[in-house]
Structures are given as structure tokens and as C-alpha cells.
């Protein structure tokens, strides 16, 4: 497992406001329902935590496809 895991998901409970059962399948976007507001909220968290820079201009959507696809993207900007 993807050793950023546990903290995307600590970051996706912080914005979702509750914890809720994620798996590194687990889409973002279709399981989980981001709203657009809460994945730039989320996207902020992620670089607070694991101190990285991540450009939304030229983020790829795939990345978000699930948080194993996600926890690669951020380990290749570190």
C-alpha cells in the first residue's frame, strides 16, 4: 500500500466532516462525492499534510479515478 494512504484519507475525513469506509479503490469523485468545493478543500489538505505542491491547471482527472491512482500522483510530486 501507498505509504501517503492513511493520510489522504485522514484528509478526506477532514473534508467530508465524518469518516467514512475507503479502500484504494474507492473513487473520489463517484464514491465519495466531492463536490467541486470540497476537492479544492481537499487538494489544499493534501499539500498541508504531506508538504507538496500540486498544480490544479494541469492535474490530470484520472488521478482522482481512485485514492491509489491519487496516492501515486502526490508520490511523484514530492
Given at each position: 500500500?501507498?505509504?501517503?494512504?492513511?493520510?489522504?484519507?485522514?484528509?478526506?475525513?477532514?473534508?467530508l466532516a465524518?469518516?467514512?469506509?475507503?479502500?484504494?479503490?474507492?473513487?473520489?469523485?463517484?464514491?465519495?462525492?466531492?463536490?467541486?468545493?470540497?476537492?479544492?478543500?481537499?487538494?489544499?489538505?493534501?499539500?498541508?499534510?504531506?508538504?507538496?505542491?500540486?498544480?490544479?491547471?494541469?492535474m490530470?482527472?484520472?488521478?482522482?479515478e481512485?485514492?491509489d491512482?491519487f496516492?501515486?500522483?502526490?508520490?511523484?510530486?514530492?
Amino acid at each position: 500500500m501507498d505509504p501517503n494512504f492513511s493520510t489522504v484519507v485522514t484528509c478526506l475525513h477532514k473534508v467530508l466532516a465524518r469518516e467514512v469506509p475507503v479502500a484504494p479503490e474507492t473513487s473520489i469523485i463517484s464514491d465519495l462525492g466531492l463536490d467541486s468545493l470540497q476537492m479544492i478543500e481537499f487538494l489544499l489538505t493534501v499539500e498541508d499534510a504531506l508538504q507538496v505542491e500540486l498544480d490544479f491547471e494541469t492535474m490530470d482527472m484520472d488521478c482522482l479515478e481512485s485514492v491509489d491512482a491519487f496516492c501515486r500522483f502526490v508520490s511523484t510530486r514530492g
